[in-house]
C-alpha cells in the first residue's frame, strides 16, 4: 500500500471524515478518489459523502470509513 494511501487509512480509523482538500494538506494527496478506490479494491468499505461548498457552489466528496479489511 502507498504511503499516502497508509495516511488516509490511519486518518479515517480515528472515525473522522476527509475531503480532497484535507487529503492534500494532510498527506499531499491530490488524488484522493483514486486513493479511496485503492482502500475499496483492498476490501475497505468507505461512504462517500456528496457536499457542497456554500461560499462557492463547488461540489465535492466527503469520505468516511464504514468498515475494515
Known sequence: MQA???QILDYLKTGK???PAEALVR???FRLAARIKDLRDAGYEIETDMKKDPRTGRRYARYRLLSEA
Do not use: A, N
Open 4 to 6: 499516502q494511501t497508509t
Open 17 to 19: 471524515t476527509i475531503s
Open 27 to 29: 498527506t499531499g494527496s
